[in-house]
């Protein structure tokens, strides 16, 4: 069974940084799109950045100039650098990835969230 294992999260003033990290691990024949999303209290899920197998990387608007996606598809993991964080940035955030693996269909899969608070 695939399983995505984040790290890195934890408590950051304003202006600071956090780097988080994912790694799948299982069955995978090939990751396609890894990405990162997020859930605030009272918010539904959301993007905040993704990136294919090519190198295309897709922002939220509100976090682009500021985070900054990167994966080793050798190692099947996806990393966020987030920087000048802000506290509107505080939530739980989420590895996604889309994953075909030697037995199953493709599909998505998600980690179990690891989170991020922005806070002085």
């Known amino acids: 069974q695939v399983q995505l294992v984040e790290s890195g999260g934890g408590l950051v003033q304003p202006g600071g940084s956090l780097r988080l990290s994912c790694a799948a691990a299982?069955?995978?024949?090939?990751?396609?799109?890894m990405g990162w999303y997020r859930q605030a209290p009272g918010y539904q899920r959301e993007l905040v950045a993704t990136?294919?197998?090519?190198?295309?990387?897709n922002y939220a608007d509100s976090v682009k100039g500021r985070f900054t996606i990167s994966r080793d598809n050798a190692k099947n993991t996806v990393n966020l650098q987030m920087n000048s964080l802000k506290p509107e940035d505080t939530a739980v955030y989420y590895c996604?990835?889309?994953?075909?693996?030697?037995?199953?269909?493709?599909?998505?899969?998600w980690g179990r969230g690891t989170q991020v608070t922005v806070s002085s």
């Open positions: 990136m294919t197998r090519d190198g295309w990387t």
């Open positions: 996604n990835a889309n994953i075909q693996t030697w037995r199953e269909p493709r599909g998505d899969y």
């Open positions: 299982g069955p995978i024949f090939l990751a396609y799109a």
